[in-house]
């Protein structure tokens, strides 16, 4: 006899226990679906009142109606689990989350996803509504077709992605990217599959820059059609662009949580995490994504991953049970070059492009965050 309880069914709830999930990302959601699935209290804090499938935000930049199906209201599917605002600190003594305004959370475990911060439009880390949010992609747009010529700065993953789309909607403008690197693409790619980023660039007709970078951004305004702005180079070099958009600066997303936890930090504020992902001194406080200090590419992938870890060692505190570790495995990361093309590997392994373009570039996966919101697409 295995007891009561069939594995699948949830444990009877002790009503102390309590999850406070801080951030809706990718890791944010998963980990409130896996604590809903499970019969788990508990309550999702986000800046915004909609889920943004931001792997679509670069799209939703250069075609109309895009951005509308990238954010995905977070009540419908988490109810009154879901509270908008914004953290203001955690105290760890009383086990209690303070959004400004004064509103506490007590939680029993709490799990820290608060990703990455950057320029828009690769992200969007902002108090918004659903309504605001769209209307800021589309405002974009309108930049984006008014302007004969686009400088993208930062040659980063998100850069690569943001010139070949922008250049794959409007063939005619005139696109240049620049990076202070030589390589393209994110650091932990295999390096044929970041010289591969660059040749489908450079198909597409985006001309690039390399081994320089821009000395006068913080000057330059950024998303706005400005003729003929003057961007000067480290090397001395002067362009000319319509408009500028910046895909550098990716930063850990640490305000709501530096002050409470300054002891787990490591440089530019990530949270030290044990294999089981516990953030270093508690047993009860969870880090997913972007915000650990795992040597790993940053994606949505990842963090979806970390999520079941620190979920299913929730659940095992709970029951008693040995904790599960995290395995970080080999690169999978996909990088799609406008919706007809696409570089990327995974587990390790070079993929076809034309893989790369079926499994993501043409539609981006939004289908996947709606199926995992158990939402249908408006």
Not at 45 to 62: E, I, K, P, T, Y
Not at 256 to 268: D, P
Not at 283 to 289: D, I, R
Request: with cysteine; proline share 3%; hydrophobic share 40%.
């Amino acid at each position: 006899m295995g007891g009561w309880f069939s594995s699948s069914s949830p444990p009877p709830q002790d009503s102390s226990v309590h999850v406070v999930v801080v951030g809706g990302g990718f890791g944010g959601i998963a980990a409130s679906r896996l604590l809903q699935d499970a019969g788990i209290s508990f309550t999702l804090l986000d800046l915004r009142d909609a889920f943004h499938h931001n792997v679509g935000a670069l799209r939703a930049s250069v075609q109309p109606g895009f951005a509308e199906r990238t954010f995905i209201p977070f009540s419908e599917t988490f109810g009154e689990s879901f509270v908008q605002g914004r953290v203001q600190r955690v105290d760890t003594e009383t086990q209690t989350v303070v959004l400004e305004g004064g509103r506490e959370f007590q939680y029993s475990h709490l799990i820290v996803c608060t990703g990455m911060i950057g320029a828009f439009p690769g992200r969007f880390v902002t108090e918004a509504t659903l309504q605001s949010a769209v209307m800021a992609y589309g405002d974009l747009l309108e930049q984006v077709l008014a302007a004969d010529s686009v400088l993208v700065v930062g040659g980063g993953s998100t850069g690569v992605e943001m010139a070949a789309e922008i250049k794959t909607q409007f063939p005619q403008k005139k696109v240049v990217l620049i990076h202070s690197r030589v390589h393209l693409a994110d650091p932990g790619l295999l390096p044929s599959v970041r010289e591969q980023s660059k040749e489908v660039l450079l198909e597409k007709g985006v001309e690039l820059i390399l081994g320089e970078k821009v000395s006068n951004l913080s000057e330059l305004q950024l998303n706005v059609v400005s003729r003929n702005s003057e961007v000067k180079t480290d090397k001395g070099q002067t362009l000319t662009s319509d408009l500028i958009i910046s895909c550098t600066g990716l930063k850990v997303n640490s305000d709501a949580y530096a002050s409470s936890f300054s002891g787990s930090l490591v440089e530019g504020g990530a949270l030290k995490v044990n294999p089981h992902l516990q953030v270093e001194g508690f047993s009860n406080v969870f880090a997913v994504g972007d915000c650990t200090d795992i040597k790993e590419p940053k994606t949505a992938y990842n963090a979806e991953l970390h999520a079941h870890v620190a979920v299913s060692n929730i659940k095992n505190i709970l029951s008693g049970k040995e904790l599960t570790s995290y395995q970080t495995g080999s690169v999978t990361m996909l990088l799609a070059m406008g919706p007809d093309d696409g570089v990327g590997q995974f587990n390790g392994w070079q993929l076809p492009r034309f893989l790369v373009t079926l499994g993501k570039s043409r539609n981006l996966l939004v289908w996947k965050s709606w199926r995992d919101m158990k939402q249908s697409q408006h």
